[in-house]
């Protein structure tokens, strides 16, 4: 029995949806002190902390879930939906998850036990209520990202440029709506499971996902163009100055706005052509051509920010 229950209790973590938790370090990313030790722990132990309020948020979804999730192709197959984890166990740790997140976060600050707070009761409510209702689904969802980046800049005391703020909204809400739109055309699945998809169309949909990826590519280029960049005593920024001082007066960071098209564009190609709409996760992990647009992307920033 013991057997069994270690990788499932492993397996409804969801430790590959730890991945939406590193939107905790974009605070020092764009303030100059991703390699500052300091100012690194701080925000490490901000998404140490995050992950665990997530997976108890996921055990908790799963709990309330279960009778839903054992008529799904794919749900079926999760611990508690199989079976493979009983309810109690799975209170248990999920209960125990929160304890220690919150207590950690309280260790932290007081703001960021606050913003914690805010995050578990904001999955608390979307797995019972917001869940149930079309739009304010999506809204529950990208608010749950927007908590994760002022709890970046809460834990180091850096704030997130504007436009960088709504870029990760409105990605937030595409991703939402694309995975909406997978569910809503999961033959056999959709509606008996997910009582929102009943008020949801297919046009409308579209339509959600065609304006919050247009203006995630707005609010990211105006970031981009507008935002003044920091002065991070780079490495060649002595050397620029006396050879070349034209080149830091340019936008260098408008160079990467391409990658950030190439990579929604190829994220909805996925999302509407493949089967994995349902987990964005996956579609992040696992797609060769994504993850090369997002790693030269994310590349990129560092050179321009850390090194120019």
Request: net charge positive.
């Amino acid at each position: 029995m013991m057997v069994k229950t270690i990788p499932a209790v492993f397996r409804v973590l969801r430790p590959n949806q730890w991945v939406k938790n590193f939107i905790v370090f974009a605070a020092i990313i764009f303030n100059g002190k991703l390699f500052d030790p300091q100012y690194f722990l701080l925000s490490l132990t901000g998404f140490i902390i995050f992950c665990a309020l997530s997976s108890a948020s996921y055990i908790f979804n799963d709990v309330i879930d279960v009778k839903n999730d054992q008529v799904h192709p794919d749900k079926k197959n999760r611990p508690i939906a199989a079976g493979i984890l009983s309810i109690n166990t799975a209170i248990e740790l999920a209960f125990l998850l929160v304890f220690f997140g919150l207590i950690g976060s309280i260790f932290v600050s007081t703001v960021f036990f606050t913003v914690s707070t805010l995050f578990t009761l904001l999955h608390v409510l979307y797995s019972t209520i917001l869940k149930k209702y079309a739009v304010f689904d999506i809204l529950g969802i990208a608010f749950s990202f927007i908590l994760r980046a002022f709890a970046g800049e809460v834990i180091t005391g850096y704030h997130l440029p504007f436009w960088l703020f709504l870029t990760i909204l409105f990605v937030a809400l595409f991703v939402a709506s694309t995975k909406r739109h997978a569910e809503l055309l999961r033959e056999g699945a959709g509606t008996k499971t997910r009582p929102s998809l009943f008020q949801y169309r297919e046009h409308l949909l579209d339509f959600y996902t065609s304006m919050f990826g247009s203006a995630a590519i707005l609010a990211y280029s105006l970031f981009a163009f507008l935002e003044e960049p920091h002065t991070f005593n780079a490495p060649i920024r002595s050397f620029l100055t006396t050879v070349l001082p034209q080149a830091l007066d340019r936008k260098w960071l408008v160079v990467t706005i391409p990658f950030i098209i190439y990579g929604l564009m190829r994220y909805t190609q996925l999302a509407y052509e493949g089967t994995q709409g349902e987990r964005p996760e996956k579609i992040i992990t696992t797609d060769i051509p994504l993850i090369a647009s997002i790693l030269i992307w994310g590349l990129g920033v560092i050179l321009i920010l850390y090194v120019l």
